[in-house]
């Protein structure tokens, strides 16, 4: 089997199809059916990610610094869902702090309570945060403002980026190559007008989704029991 990355993807796609496969060299200049195929496995892996804004192989931590007397923050520009729950500075012997969960407060507290930390400059309102809260724009802010440059972390889950490298590689797991593949093959046949093979790839695409859907996603927390039997 082929290298998993951008290349290796379409290239399934061009094997099922019997076509001559692309190489390194040849891949960025590839037009007509290829570059068909490119967009195909792009569009399957968007389709994969779009069908569920939670999936765990999406999941990130980011780690940054806090600036002294800064209440807000930018989040990265490919978060698709920001876990507000897990924002926590981490212990830091050098500052003296220890590992502190900030607790979130709604938007509209933040206005109501704690809005003029933005534009007081007093040293005495400074101090290590306790709070967190999410704007309506792209980021975060904590209160009160740090006394120091502490370090942050919170967790995220990507909105994964375009395939353009012919070594770029999804974040979506090797294991399941085989349904961007399938995505990928709706396009491919409707490309050469095959109807009937393209609706059956929609088939095992959205059957590929459902199972993934079912070993990530579907889980349930099960309690033993402690009961005895007579």
């Known amino acids: 089997m082929s290298t998993y990355n951008f290349l290796g993807l379409v290239n399934d796609v061009n094997r099922r199809v019997n076509e001559v496969e692309l190489t390194s060299s040849n891949f960025s200049s590839s037009v007509g059916f290829y ?50 729950d897990s924002f926590r500075i981490p212990r830091d012997t050098s500052l003296g702090n220890d590992t502190v969960r900030l607790k979130l407060i709604s938007y509209e507290d933040y206005l109501d309570k704690y809005l003029d930390s933005e534009y ?62 399938e995505g990928a093959m709706v396009a491919a046949h409707n490309f050469r007008g095959d109807n009937e093979s393209s609706q059956l790839s929609q088939r095992q695409f959205e059957a590929g989704i459902k199972a993934m859907r079912t070993l990530y996603i579907n889980r349930y927390d099960y309690v033993r029991s402690t009961v005895r039997g007579q």
Do not use: C
């Open 35 to 84: 570059a068909a195929v490119k967009d195909a496995v792009n569009a399957a892996v968007r389709e994969i990610n779009q069908q569920q804004f939670e999936w765990p192989f999406n999941h990130d931590t980011q780690k940054e610094y806090l600036s002294e007397g800064e209440v807000r923050y930018l989040i990265p520009r490919d978060v698709k869902t920001l876990d507000m």
């Open 120 to 181: 007081n400059t007093s040293e005495s309102i400074k101090s290590l945060p306790k709070y967190v809260f999410r704007t309506p724009s792209l980021e975060y802010g904590v209160v009160p403002p740090p006394d120091k440059d502490y370090p942050i972390a919170y967790e995220y889950y990507r909105s994964p980026v375009t395939l353009e490298l012919y070594s770029d590689v999804p974040t979506i797991p090797e294991d399941f190559r085989y349904i961007i593949v």
